[in-house]
């Protein structure tokens, strides 16, 4: 079955860090972008962070800007994203997927392959 497998999360109090992980399975990620994304209780989903394949760039949606870093490793056919100084509003199941091309796509309609989910929460 091609789809991403994500782990990592858990509860972590404020302030904490936790490392996830986005292993994909039956496919390559070598010449994808690939985006984490979450979903909080009763809100839409939203992305994340984005890396992009052809020039490693990456992007980071404003509420995580400094906090989170997200990297990838061909050779394990994973990506994973760091995330530090968690917030309560952090808490959300998260999502990785992969873009069409090696560029990251604003239009999450755009991404392939969705995982289950890890879920997040931060709370004391």
């Known amino acids: 079955q091609l789809q991403f497998v994500e782990s990592g999360g858990g509860l972590v109090q404020p302030g904490g860090s936790l490392r996830l992980s986005c292993a994909a399975s039956g496919f390559t990620v070598d010449y994808y972008a690939v985006g984490w994304f979450r979903q909080a209780p009763g809100k839409e989903l939203e992305g994340v962070s984005c890396i992009n394949s052809s020039d490693g760039d990456t992007f980071y949606a404003d509420s995580v800007k400094g906090r989170f870093t997200i990297s990838r490793d061909n050779a394990k056919n994973t990506v994973y994203l760091q995330m530090n100084s968690l917030k309560p509003e952090d808490t959300a199941v998260y999502y990785c997927?992969?873009?069409?091309?090696?560029?990251?796509?604003?239009?999450?309609?755009?991404?392939?392959?969705w995982g289950q989910g890890t879920q997040v929460i931060v709370s004391s």
């Open positions: 997927a992969l873009a069409g091309g090696p560029i990251c796509l604003i239009d999450l309609r755009e991404y392939n392959y």
